[in-house]
C-alpha cells in the first residue's frame, strides 16, 4: 500500500538508452526492446516515476560533491558506463554517453550481444568471468581466493583486458575513474596487480591514484535511481 505523505517517487533503472522526456526506452539490447514506451509503468502510481539507464543511476549513487569530474565503469553482467562533469551527469546529445561497453577494444573479436566484434562488454563484463563452469561471480570469486588454476588464469586475462580499457578512458577524459558494478565490489583487494597491468599501458601517469573504488558494491543503481528525488529537495 503506498503511503502518498512519505512517498517521494519511485526510481526505475533499466539497462539500456532512455528518453526522460519522451519516457521511453529508445533501445536495449539487453532487454531486447526498442522504441519501448514506459507511460504504463507511471499509470500505474500515484506518485511521480523517474527513469534512468542504469549505469548513469549507479553513478548518481556516487558522491557528486566528492566526484565532480568521474567516470563511473558498472562491471555487471553487460558493462555500462557513465561520467559526470562539473558534479552533473553527461548524457550526451542523444543520451548515448558512457556507453563504454561498446568501444572497440580487440578488433574482429569475440563477439558482443550487440552483434559488432571485440566490443569492450566481450571482454570486461562479469559475464566472461563466469562464463563456463561458474554459476555467479561469487563462486568464481571463491574459487580464485582458494588458488584455482583456471580461475587464477582467466582472472588474469581479465585485468589484462581491463587495465587496456581503464587506459583508453583515462587518456580520454582524465578524470578520476571509478570501479564499480558486481566484478567492482571485488576489485578493491585486486588494486595493486590492476594498477601494475594499467601503468604499463599508461606512460602519462606516474601512479594510479585516479582508480576509486565503488560506494555501494551491489544495487548501485536503485540507490541511485532513489537519489535522484533526495536531490531535488536538497
Known amino acids: 500500500m503506498e503511503a502518498p505523505d512519505k512517498l517521494l517517487g519511485i526510481g526505475i533503472s533499466i539497462p539500456g538508452i532512455i528518453s526522460r522526456e519522451q519516457h521511453m526506452v529508445i533501445k536495449s539490447h539487453a ?7 514506459l507511460s504504463f509503468l507511471e499509470q500505474s502510481f500515484s506518485c511521480p516515476v523517474y527513469f534512468e539507464n542504469d549505469a548513469n543511476a549507479a553513478m548518481m549513487a556516487e558522491d557528486i560533491h566528492q566526484y565532480q569530474n568521474a567516470i563511473y565503469l558498472s562491471l555487471n553482467n553487460t558493462l555500462g ?10 548524457t550526451g546529445q542523444n543520451q548515448k554517453a558512457g556507453e563504454f561497453g561498446h568501444m572497440i577494444l580487440v578488433p574482429g573479436g569475440r563477439k558482443c550481444y550487440c552483434g559488432k566484434k571485440g566490443c569492450a562488454d566481450a571482454y570486461c563484463a562479469s559475464s566472461t568471468l563466469t562464463a563456463g563452469e561458474y554459476e555467479s561471480l561469487e ?3 571463491e574459487a580464485l581466493a582458494s588458488g584455482k588454476s583456471e580461475a587464477k588464469k582467466k582472472w588474469e586475462e581479465y585485468l589484462d583486458n581491463l587495465a587496456v580499457l581503464i587506459s583508453n578512458l583515462r587518456m580520454a577524459y582524465d578524470m578520476d575513474i571509478i570501479l564499480g558494478g558486481e566484478v567492482g565490489g571485488y576489485l578493491s583487494d585486486y588494486m595493486l596487480p590492476l594498477g601494475e597491468k594499467v601503468l604499463k599501458y599508461n606512460g602519462f601517469d606516474r601512479d594510479t591514484r585516479y582508480l576509486k573504488n565503488c ?3 551491489k544495487e548501485a543503481s536503485a540507490v541511485g535511481a532513489a537519489k535522484y528525488f533526495f536531490n531535488r529537495i536538497e
Request: aromatic letters at 22%.
Open 31 to 37: 532487454l531486447q526492446i526498442e522504441n519501448y514506451s
Open 81 to 90: 558506463g557513465a561520467f559526470c562533469i562539473d558534479g552533473k551527469l553527461f
Open 139 to 141: 563462486l568464481f570469486m
Open 215 to 217: 560506494t555501494y558494491r
